[in-house]
């Protein structure tokens, strides 16, 4: 509470009804003819790690028995999640991942779990996961339609050099005999990541990009091999933090066609107990960092190895297992949200947010498996998409922004063919925005007020025009809007309004059915402070949209 009050503080003052000094305009400009860049049908990703109940930050264990070794697998509300996305790319990784033994016949050793002990890579010795086990949790992907990308262990048969430095080549026996037992039993592995936060200097240990790509030879040859004339998985790589030289180098070695996708980490709001991260969150500039990242990985792979792509493999915000007072809010979702969007403009194919459960970040609760507010982001409905899955397509387009930086807008090809979708996160405690949107195909760049265009400004927007193009100039089509806000206006809160109405599970457990307010195309959108809005535009003219 206090947290809040102090958070809130510039809000309190202010009068309920929206008056003309408490908002301001802006122009949203789409531009449709073309797209800027593209993800894929299973962008939203989520995450399970490796951490067992010992697993503590700032005094504080926040992962319960949420791990891959010891989750309830025949939780009904976890397969409920799972299934309502339809489907949801679920990567199974994480710190401890290059610590696991694979429990196949020549293992040689006990398949033992995970223990602490002092001296050992993250205060834990190495750790097992059974067949037995494995058959489990891929009777929970089979059954919920998940998309697997699972974390190899990249560690194994090197020596440590240094402190934090390995060197050897990898030894691949246990891990190829498990991959030879996954294909055996036709369990439908999408993709095979190779070691996790190895590269460049490393967190907790390191491996040099040059052996690492010749590992990845390997592996790609054991993959030929298992596979044989059946549809062979992807190969991604490093699950690491960004780093060019060495991420180039990685392509580089490995050579064309061997690395499918790069895998890269987020944690850019700082620790966990950082008092900071609420600010961080709502700042534009500071949110706004991380896109020099994208774009540089963009560019590498574009340079060292076309045949990839970039893919966010893990993304929880805050490190160290999360903000226990932020990141199971709703205030988390503006940072979560504005990472989908910057990502999938610099062509980020897939986006796996740390976690599904687990740690203080989990979409679903550790102990009761309830959403949180981030979940909604998500799920989705029926046999679709929600939200963003739902109404984001794959295409990106580019738009045109006048007005306040403390509004975020990312527009998409709408999810069915044609039309568009908007998103928009005010950032802002205590200002509305009124947003108009306008078509690139109708507005006159030569006279009017300063626009900005991704970060570029640009002069001249003529207002007096249709805001799709050609149609719906009689003023009768509609737009679908998804307003989402905090209960009770506390950003801290758990619980989630759209439109007004907090989303929680049925009776039943299941996800409810979210049902957007029409509006007529021709009337501006107001974003109340600290709030985010999907819509939908459906009769929007994008030539990109209907290809």
């Excluded at 999360?322 to 980020?348: C, E, H, I, P």
């Excluded at 107001?526 to 949209?545: G, K, N, Q």
Aim: contains cysteine; charged residues 15%; negative net charge.
């Amino acid at each position: 509470m206090n947290l809040w009050f102090i958070f809130l503080l510039p809000l309190l003052c202010l009068p309920a009804r929206v008056r003309s000094e408490d908002y301001s305009d802006v122009t949203v400009i789409v531009r449709g003819s073309e797209t800027i860049a593209s993800t894929s049908d299973e962008f939203i990703c989520a995450t399970i790690d490796w951490w067992p109940p010992e697993k503590c930050n700032y005094d504080q264990c926040p992962w319960g028995r949420a791990s891959v070794l010891n989750l309830d697998l025949i939780n009904p509300l976890l397969g409920k999640a799972i299934q309502a996305f339809s489907p949801l790319r679920i990567r199974v990784g994480g710190s401890l991942q290059d610590q696991v033994l694979y429990g196949t016949p020549n293992l040689g050793s006990p398949c033992d779990p995970f223990t602490k002990v002092s001296g050992g890579l993250f205060g834990f010795s190495q750790g097992c996961i059974t067949l037995e086990r494995w058959d489990a949790i891929n009777d929970l992907f089979l059954n919920t339609g998940a998309v697997v990308t699972f974390g190899l262990n990249a560690l194994q048969g090197r020596r440590q050099i240094s402190r934090s430095v390995w060197g050897g080549p990898w030894n691949s026996s246990n891990a190829r005999e498990f991959m030879e037992y996954t294909v055996s039993m036709n369990y439908p592995i999408d993709s095979w990541e190779f070691g996790n936060e190895l590269s460049g200097s490393g967190i907790g240990a390191s491996v040099g990009a040059e052996q690492y790509g010749k590992d990845l030879v390997e592996l790609q040859t054991i993959i030929n091999e298992l596979y044989g004339d059946s549809r062979k998985p992807l190969v991604v790589a490093p699950g690491g933090f960004y780093d060019q030289k060495w991420f180039a180098q990685l392509l580089e070695v490995s050579g064309p066609n061997v690395l499918n996708a790069m895998t890269h980490h987020i944690y850019n709001l700082g620790a966990g107990n950082d008092p900071q991260v609420p600010n961080r969150i709502l700042n534009p500039q500071y949110l706004s960092r991380t896109s020099d990242t994208f774009r540089s990985l963009q560019l590498t792979i574009q340079r060292h190895g076309p045949w990839s792509a970039p893919w966010v493999g893990e993304a929880g915000g805050a490190y160290n297992s999360g903000s226990r007072l932020v990141s199971n809010t709703f205030l988390n979702s503006f940072w979560y949200l504005d990472q989908l969007g910057q990502s999938a403009k610099y062509d980020t194919k897939v986006y796996c947010r740390q976690t599904l459960i687990g740690g203080n970040y989990g979409l679903l609760d550790t102990d009761t498996f309830v959403p949180n507010p981030d979940y909604y982001r998500q799920v989705s409905y029926l046999l679709s998409a929600l939200l963003w899955h739902r109404l984001m397509g794959t295409g990106v387009l580019s738009t045109d922004i006048s007005g306040s930086s403390y509004l975020r807008a990312y527009v998409h090809c709408g999810k069915q063919e044609g039309g568009i979708t908007l998103l928009l996160l005010n950032l802002h405690r205590s200002m509305g925005f009124m947003v108009s949107v306008r078509n690139d195909l109708n507005v006159n760049l030569t006279e009017g007020q300063g626009v900005r265009r991704d970060n570029v400004f640009v002069h001249g927007l003529k207002r007096t025009v249709s805001w799709v193009g050609s149609k719906a100039s009689d003023g009768h089509s509609k737009r679908e809007e998804y307003h989402l806000s905090a209960k009770d206006g506390n950003p801290f809160a758990r619980t989630m309004l759209l439109n007004g109405v907090p989303l929680e599970l049925t009776e039943d457990g299941d996800i409810p059915l979210l049902y957007p307010v029409e509006v007529s195309v021709n009337s501006p959108i107001y974003v109340a402070p600290l709030t985010i809005a999907f819509v939908a535009f459906p009769d929007f003219e994008a030539e990109a949209c209907g290809r």
